[in-house]
């Protein structure tokens, strides 16, 4: 898939295939921790497929987002450790 | 202000069974609305990139269900259903907005999650189910040049090794819990449908290279604040493997939030909703199908799909040869579940695997320790918020169940966190 779309993922532009799951993004970057857990572990995704809400980050703003039901759109601002 | 859809049959999820159930319901005349919280339909068997061609086996009941009229509505999460004599509401979220679909029969094919069992270490990031890997992988995820063990339970081990392989992950280990005449029992009830064995063959040749062990578990996950080994075992010897990525999942359950919330009487143990021939289920007017009544597979679900949507729509003539065909086809998937079912029945070694300090709860951050004596999933919440988190149970409830027999508790709405603004909104446009 040629098309790229840039987003920012911490601050960090990235093109990245249009079509593809944050989740997808942030584990190809090499982001293994998406969010920081209530007791302050980091925490990935777990089950990738919406149902574990492991994978949580914050979405154009927007907190608790599931990383791994979302597409990336150009200029999504994505933000991990939350 | 909410939109409204009108349909005589709502559909509920868009994997094989759903699809089949939608093409059938619309192709004998009735309206038929099709819901999936997925971005694309496939459900997770036929995950595909948007724009992307979907693999083989899915495009012609894609291509059947693009021309049947089916309203698909993808990216949308049920929260909450309502019914009973005139026919059912379910309340959706589709991003931020709310939806309402009204239908006069609902057809439930809300399929199945992978079983998650707790282990020292299995919070780690990196650390993920069998099945979430290739979904990852089927999302767009570059894993190349990593290395991951595959350990668990069930066909998906192989697949999930396969995918990795063909997208440039060394596996190291597949480790299956089950022993090896356990298995060869399975293989010799799958001869019976032998294109499940060549699959199975496929699979493995895929990733010839890695060492599939039977008999083997993970014990647990070392790691600072990542997966850097899988400590492995049978029993007696202990192996350790380093890895990046460590998938682990015990087969699948069905996803039975929705039909439990709409009333749906299960069958024994709670492996799925119990239907009649016809999959219907206790609830006159909700149908359900596919991996929900039970997994076994998509062929079930397929047969399973068609005769629900058959049946939805009022077209089901059980003396029919084509009905009969589906009850037959049905029949011998179904078979083929119990077999699996049988053969990757889970070892008591698995059940005991978390430390009082592992987290059993992953939203809450609850131990096992801190479950103390609770004797329910009610008590549980109740005393240490287990169960309570944004998961809603989803994870620790199944892995309680197969840990200590705790039920599951009873289901309320709404299904999914749902933000207040959507719940506002909720009023249906004139």
């Not at chain 1, 960090?12 to 998406?34: E, K, N, Q």
């Not at chain 2, 990795?164 to 449908?193: D, H, I, P, Y």
């Not at chain 2, 596919?290 to 089901?316: D, P, Q, R, T, Y």
Request: charged residues 20%; proline residues 6%.
């Amino acid at each position: 898939m040629p098309e790229t779309v840039d987003i920012r993922v911490d601050g960090r532009r990235v093109a990245v295939p249009r079509g593809i799951t944050v989740a997808a993004v942030l584990v190809s970057l090499g982001h293994v921790s998406f969010r920081t857990s209530v007791s302050g572990q980091p925490r990935g995704p777990l089950c990738a497929m919406g149902i574990c809400f492991e994978c949580r980050v914050t979405i154009g703003g927007a907190p608790h987002q599931r990383a791994c039901m979302t597409l990336c759109w150009p200029g999504m601002e994505v933000v991990t450790g939350g | 202000m909410a939109e409204a859809l009108h349909a005589d049959v709502a559909v509920v999820g868009a994997g094989p069974a759903g699809i089949a159930a939608a093409c059938r319901a619309a192709e004998s005349g009735a309206k038929t609305v099709l819901v999936d919280d997925g971005l694309a339909p496939g459900g997770q068997i036929h995950r595909h990139l948007p724009g992307e061609e979907p693999p083989p086996k899915a495009r012609p009941w894609l291509k059947r269900l693009f021309r049947s009229g089916t309203r698909i509505v993808t990216a949308a999460a049920i929260f909450d259903a309502e019914g009973g004599g005139e026919g059912w509401l379910l309340r959706v979220l589709k991003g931020e907005s709310a939806l309402l679909v009204r239908s006069r029969c609902l057809v439930l094919a809300t399929g199945a999650r992978e079983l998650f069992l707790p282990f020292p270490g299995w919070t780690l990031p990196g650390v993920t189910g069998p099945g979430a890997v290739q979904a990852l992988v089927k999302s767009g995820a570059d894993l190349r040049g990593r290395t991951a063990v595959v350990a668990g339970s069930g066909p998906l081990l192989l697949a999930a090794a396969a995918a990795l392989a063909k997208a440039g992950v060394r596996v190291a280990l597949v480790a299956e819990q089950a022993e090896w005449r356990s298995l060869v029992g399975f293989a010799g009830a799958l001869l019976r449908t032998p294109a499940k064995i060549f699959e199975a063959w496929r699979d493995r040749l895929a990733f010839a290279g890695a060492t599939y062990r039977t008999g083997f578990w993970v014990k647990a996950a070392g790691g600072t604040s990542r997966i850097e080994r899988a400590h492995v075992t049978d029993g007696r010897r202990k192996l350790e493997v380093a890895c990046d990525l460590l998938c682990v999942g015990y087969g699948l359950v069905p996803n039975l939030e929705l039909p439990r919330l709409t009333g749906c009487a299960l069958g024994p143990g709670h492996l799925g909703v119990s239907v009649t021939d016809r999959q219907e289920t206790s609830i006159a007017g909700v149908f359900a199908a596919g991996e929900v009544c039970g997994v076994a597979g998509a062929e079930a679900a397929v047969a399973e799909g068609e005769i629900a949507g058959l049946a939805a729509s009022g077209a089901l003539r059980s003396g029919d040869p084509e009905a009969r065909r589906l009850f037959a086809a049905r029949a011998s998937a179904r078979r083929f579940g119990a077999a699996l079912a049988a053969a990757f029945r889970l070892r008591h070694e698995v059940l005991a695997l978390a430390a009082p300090d592992t987290i059993v709860c992953r939203c809450e951050d609850v131990s096992l320790s801190r479950l103390g004596s609770a004797a329910s999933m009610r008590e549980a919440k109740l005393q240490t918020r287990c169960g309570m988190g944004p998961c809603q149970g989803r994870v620790c409830s199944a892995a309680l169940e197969a840990l200590r027999g705790f039920a599951p508790d009873s289901v309320r709405p709404p299904l999914f966190p749902v933000p207040l603004e959507a719940l506002a909104s909720m009023e249906e446009k004139a």
